[in-house]
């Protein structure tokens, strides 16, 4: 059963989560549980930009095949560690808690804890400081000067 909160949030308990996997296969084929033709775009692949939560994780899912490595393994290989950032990863097992504030539903009652199925499309726990990191190798990358990416790479993530 899912815990709810007063603004109606519900967090379903972790022994009933589902794999990013399962996910995917369930909403992204038309056998899956939660398939929905309404959410597929006719238009074809770089005619129309529009984020997806769903596209951001099969992109990570693809990634994890891809490199035959976890996500969270990849991204700790090319991202976290060479910008040195120590308090940041997809894993509850990849950050001090001890270091982040909490998100609170209201001025006494505090968020629990949570992960997501979906977490590549937005379950990164990152500290201000190792953001403070990330967002100056953006700038860097943006001027030429990036260490995690090739020029190539910096443009392509830059063009309108």
Not at 87 to 107: E, H, I, K, M, T
Request: glycine letters at 8%.
């Amino acid at each position: 059963m899912p815990l709810v909160f007063e603004d109606e949030q519900a967090f379903i308990p972790a022994d009933s989560a589902v794999s990013l996997p399962v996910f995917l296969q369930n909403v992204l084929t038309p056998q899956g549980k939660w398939y929905q033709a309404k959410g597929f775009s006719a238009q074809r692949p770089g005619e129309r930009y529009e984020y997806s939560n769903v596209g951001a994780a099969l992109a990570a899912y693809v990634i994890e095949l891809a490199s035959k490595q976890p996500f969270p393994d990849f991204t700790a290989r090319y991202l976290t560690r060479p910008l040195h950032l120590r308090d940041s990863g997809w894993r509850f097992s990849d950050v001090n808690f001890a270091r982040y504030s909490r998100l609170f539903q209201s001025p006494a009652v505090a968020f629990p804890y949570y992960g997501l199925t979906t977490y590549p499309d937005g379950g990164f726990i990152s500290s201000v400081a190792d953001l403070g990191k990330y967002l100056h190798e953006l700038i860097r990358g943006y001027q030429g000067q990036g260490t995690v990416l090739g020029p190539a790479s910096y443009r392509e993530l830059y063009r309108p």
